[in-house]
């Protein structure tokens, strides 16, 4: 006899499950006992339960097994949909565990019931409950959802006073294998492959524009290939980046972000998209196509706007294998000028470089870029930063950059280096974020102190919601209605928890900070403070 805490705990590190991430409840203490006494598994307390559904996302991203993360009822649980809405948009292997009523309180009036299935419906894959004589049925069969086809989360509730029940050793036997890889439904395949080498053979000025499902396929080499035999410009979405080097000759920019007026030059003299592992949940593909044919190479199909781009052949098999029956071709009549896309590429590049003597965010992203290793990870929060550095970081692998542009939450950053640093301990990590995004999870340092991550944490302190109040200016509004935030009423801090702050105001003290920060053994808080104001002129710009 076992109990069902002890199968909880035993199951997760079967599937490969580490650290489970959350704040406890009276409901779950036996399972984390349970966890504490199961070798090679543990529970790490956070300060906020969606700090713990950012780090299990990461977990998941980065391990390719789900993260797990836990809530307890009610406000705990509406605090872990925050970030497991991120693993659902960003495409991340998750299982959020949640306390539950018993059944026969369900339905009643109790403090802190709320119905979680109906709460993690739309932002989950799967949601059940647990049962004691099928734990590891449940488990095995939501990690393998979690992991095939579109990774996402799933969620499964904990009914109260279930920990301690005794199991018979017969049950939980029967299960299936955790698979761990993508299953492609029958229902779809429709590979059009014929149609692809005809449509893409006829063509003289061809784009290929990777998309975060590429990552995943791990099909980088190919694209190159076929970017290079081909002469076929490339544009990323900004979750691809690390795809296609930038210091490439083909390689063209980033869509949605800084300077994307200048991308549009390229893409708009297109006379076929390519689509390659391209997801819309980064952004449509109406938003910036030119009026065109849409090859789109995924394992399901594009999901676009008919009206706007009637023209569609969707290439439905593994990204890989579209990409070999491409490579196979001889080759087609290309009519890209390379100098003018090396000429466009160059001048983009010049444009993001900050000023000699300037200290404003380019500043800030281009001395980081310097000091970080290039096996180094860096984590990136949403807002006007992540537009700039979008287009500016040069990334040498989609490892090595982590972002959220299909949920876009702020306050990603901190448990995302968090999430990182525990997973990778002998990589540097450093952490970018605007004063905003730093507000929202400050209170995470303590945990980062508690756990002696030695991370590098970044604030670009200029004291507004530069996105939004960039958005303000363009409509003619109150700049600093609602967007100001108040930091020069704040006395300076020389540290956060315990944790060391270094403020640096101009271009000399920030790299003497860097280099600092970089040489400690734990948490480092470096606030840079700048003038926001350059954001305009790279930031928000026309994607047609």
């Known amino acids: 006899m076992k109990s069902v805490a002890c199968i909880f705990a035993s199951t997760l590190k079967e599937i490969g499950v580490k650290y489970v991430f959350g704040v406890p409840s009276g409901n779950m203490i036996d399972y984390i006992e349970a966890i504490r006494k199961e070798d090679g598994i543990d529970f790490v307390l956070v300060g906020h339960e969606s700090t713990a559904a950012f780090m299990a996302a990461i977990y998941g991203r980065i391990t390719g097994t789900p993260g797990v993360c836990f809530g307890t009822f009610g406000p705990g649980a509406t605090n872990l949909a925050t970030g497991v809405g991120c693993a659902f948009l960003d495409r991340y292997p998750l299982i959020a565990f949640t306390d539950e009523m018993a059944d026969h309180h369900r339905r009643r009036t109790v403090q802190m019931n709320i119905n979680h299935q109906t709460l993690f ?9 647990i049962e004691p004589k099928r734990i590891k049925e449940i488990v095995f069969e939501a990690a393998n959802i ?34 761990k890889k993508k299953i492609i439904s029958e229902r779809i395949i429709n590979t059009a492959i014929g149609e692809a080498v005809e449509l893409f053979s006829k063509s003289k000025k061809p784009l290929l524009a990777i998309g975060l499902d590429a990552v995943r396929a791990n ?7 076929l970017a290079e035999k081909f002469n076929i410009p490339v544009v990323l979405t900004p979750m691809a980046k690390g795809m296609f080097p930038e210091n490439h000759p ?17 893409y708009c003299e297109a006379d076929l998209v390519i689509g390659i ?11 910036w196509m030119p009026d065109v044919h849409l090859m789109h190479i995924n394992t399901y199909p594009a999901d676009v706007d008919e009206k706007q781009v009637p023209r569609v052949l969707n290439v439905i098999q593994e990204i890989d294998e579209s990409l070999k029956a491409l490579l196979e071709l001889s080759l087609i009549k290309n009519e890209w000028n390379l100098n003018v896309l090396a000429e466009r590429k160059k001048e983009m590049f010049q444009r993001l470089e900050p000023p000699s003597g300037s200290f404003g965010p380019r500043a800030v992203i281009s001395e980081l870029r310097k000091y970080l290793p290039q096996e180094g990870i860096l984590t990136v929060d949403v807002g006007a930063h992540l537009h700039l550095l979008g287009q500016q970081w040069q990334t040498p692998s989609p490892d090595k950059l982590l972002m959220t542009n299909g949920w876009s939450s702020m306050g990603f950053a901190v448990p995302a280096a968090m999430a990182a640093k525990l997973l990778n301990p002998e990589l540097p990590v450093a952490c970018l974020m605007g004063d905003g995004g730093f507000q929202m999870m400050v209170g ?10 030695a991370i590098v944490f970044i604030v670009i302190l200029d004291n507004s919601l530069s996105l939004i109040d960039i958005k303000q200016g363009k409509k003619g509004f109150d700049r600093q209605y609602g967007t100001s935030l108040g930091n020069e009423l704040y006395p300076k801090a020389d540290n956060y928890f315990g944790v060391p702050v270094i403020r640096a105001e ?17 948490p ?11 954001y305009e002129d790279f930031v928000l710009r026309s994607n047609k």
């Open 506 to 522: 101009e271009n000399e003290s920030y790299q003497n900070a860097i280099k600092k920060a970089f040489s400690l053994n734990g």
């Open 250 to 266: 083909l390689y063209s920019g980033v869509l949605f972000h800084a300077l994307s007026d200048h991308v549009a030059k390229t």
């Open 121 to 129: 419906s739309p932002i989950t894959k799967w949601t059940t409950r």
């Open 524 to 534: 480092v808080v470096i606030e840079a403070v700048v003038d926001g104001s350059e």
């Open 146 to 179: 979690a992991t095939t086809n579109i990774p996402g989360p799933v969620h499964i509730g904990v009914p109260a006073g279930m920990g301690e029940e005794l199991v018979s050793k017969g049950a939980n036997i029967d299960i299936p294998v955790f698979r």
């Open 277 to 287: 592992g391209y997801d819309p949940v980064e952004f449509n593909y109406e938003d």
């Open 219 to 225: 099909v980088s080499s190919q694209i190159i290939d």
């Open 444 to 453: 995470e340092l303590a945990t980062a102190k508690r756990l002696n991550l």
